[in-house]
T-cell receptor, first 111, second 114 residues
Framework: GQNIDQPTEMTATEGAIVQINCTYQ??????LFWYQQHAGEAPTFLSY????GLEEKGRFSSFLSRSKGYSYLLLKELQMKDSASYLC????????????FGSGTRLQVQP | DVKVTQSSRYLVKRTGEKVFLECVQD?????MFWYRQDPGLGLRLIYF???????EKGDIPEGYSVSREKKERFSLILESASTNQTSMYLC?????????????FGPGTRLTVT
């Protein structure tokens, strides 16, 4: 089966750095995605990793280790508008084009 | 910009009613998906389609059916709504081109079944 774990909630301070972890166990692996979802809104795509290593995109970076079944999303220079849920999702190796999502991490940025 | 629209933001239906949720995308994407999102459970895949008239069951298809008669439109049908189908329903689409086939989501329909 599929299992994706991430912390339920995190709190961080404006201007700081926060790391949101995601571990997964899936039947095969064909890419890991991070999405941001503000309350009451649709998820929006943040990043995609299919090879090991770090992908940087402005204030956001995402890391993947396939051998460990582990990823993290790093948010730098936190802003109040970064308060949102962050969803980790994996495309498995079964040829499905759909994603399996974790339950999401709700991040609260405090002044 | 990719645009995925859903027919209603909020919907209230009675137990036993037949419910149609419509989703339209304007980017000529091959793939379309229906998820439901519940607190503590994340997004769970109900059905997906990778071509017109093609459909595949996701992880929780029971109580639902889908229809894809045109490439841009993917409908979710609750044949006989039940209270445990009260949820947020999200539609998404993706292309088979590009690097990761990331999914683009619609705004969601919050369905309440009373």
């Amino acid at each position: 089966g599929q299992n994706i774990d991430q912390p339920t909630e995190m709190t961080a301070t404006e201007g700081a750095i926060v790391q949101i972890n995601c571990t997964y166990q899936t039947s095969g692996f064909n890419g890991l995605f991070w999405y941001q979802q503000h309350a009451g809104e649709a998820p929006t795509f943040l990043s995609y990793n299919v090879l090991d290593g770090l992908e940087e995109k402005g204030r956001f970076s995402s890391f993947l280790s396939r051998s460990k079944g582990y990823s993290y999303l790093l948010l730098k220079e936190l802003q109040m508008k970064d308060s949102a849920s962050y969803l980790c999702a994996v495309r498995d190796g079964k040829g499905r084009r759909a994603l399996t999502f974790g339950s999401g991490t709700r991040l609260q940025v405090q002044p | 910009d990719v645009k995925v629209t859903q027919s209603s933001r909020y919907l209230v239906k009675r137990t036993g009613e037949k419910v149609f949720l419509e989703c339209v995308q304007d980017m000529d994407h091959e793939n379309m998906f229906w998820y439901r999102q519940d607190p503590g459970l994340g997004l769970r895949l109900i059905y997906f389609s990778y071509d017109v008239k093609m459909k595949e069951k996701g992880d929780i298809p029971e109580g639902y059916s889908v229809s894809r008669e045109k490439k841009e439109r993917f409908s979710l049908i609750l044949e006989s709504a039940s209270t445990n189908q009260t949820s947020m329903y999200l539609c998404a689409s993706s292309s088979t081109q590009g690097q990761g086939f990331e999914q683009y989501f619609g705004p969601g329909t919050r369905l309440t079944v009373t």
